[in-house]
């Protein structure tokens, strides 16, 4: 459904406001809560034993499926518990909307979030927004944060003189978690980064790309 197709009043128009001004501020509160998402850190750590081992690590990567849920989420976040459909958030966020029907599905299975039908029928957050982290999210559509050779942290073992190797590997999920455990959906919505991660982000360092 596209914006232009959703009554005024849906879309927290006052009232003597135009459907005009409606569509453009909603288009304007999208754009703000992409731009807070691209702020966050990408979260998942996995190394490949062939690749690790010619020094040809993978990047630290963030599939599409957790970005397009991400989107959709802080979508039905800035709704305020107004039900929205696949279609509806796909849309507005410019996403497949068959593969996004598919992610909602799996969020609903882990409780992020409810579903009715009916002709007020959608997708709604099935807890508030506050409640939810990035981190819960990732680990609903993608398992854990980080992984090494399909292992988690604490369970790599290594000898000689990488015997230390496994703390490193600990200290980086540590560090995933700092980030990723305390940003909820609300965090990002509203534009309020959590000091220690706009600490991060405020690096001119952490921008450039290497």
């Not at 703000?32 to 034993?49: C, G, K, M, T, Y």
């Not at 989420?73 to 509806?88: H, I, S, V």
């Not at 305390?182 to 309020?192: A, K, M, Q, W």
């Amino acid at each position: 459904m596209a914006l232009a197709a959703i009554p005024a009043d849906r879309l927290g128009c006052p009232v003597g406001f135009s459907r005009a001004s409606a569509i453009k501020g909603r288009r304007a509160r999208l754009f703000f809560v992409r731009s807070q998402l691209q702020r966050v850190v990408n979260p998942v750590l996995e190394i490949d034993a062939h690749q690790a081992l010619f020094g040809q690590n993978r990047p630290v990567h963030i599939p599409a499926k957790v970005d397009y849920a991400m989107r959709a989420l802080l979508t039905l976040a800035a709704a305020e518990g107004e039900p929205a459909t696949a279609d509806a958030l796909a849309a507005s966020q410019g996403l497949p909307s068959k593969f996004l029907g598919s992610i909602l599905n799996e969020l609903r299975r882990a409780g992020i979030v409810a579903s009715q039908r009916g002709a007020e029928g959608g997708y709604r957050l099935a807890r508030p927004a506050n409640e939810i982290t990035f981190a819960d999210v990732m680990r609903a559509l993608d398992g854990p944060l980080a992984e090494v050779r399909g292992l988690r942290p604490e369970a790599t073992l290594y000898e000689g003189a990488a015997e230390r190797l496994q703390d490193v590997w600990v200290a980086v999920r540590a560090s995933l978690r700092n980030v990723l455990e305390h940003i909820t959906l609300e965090d990002v919505v509203r534009g309020r980064l959590p000091r220690s991660v706009a600490k991060l982000t405020a690096d001119p360092d952490a921008w450039l790309p290497r």
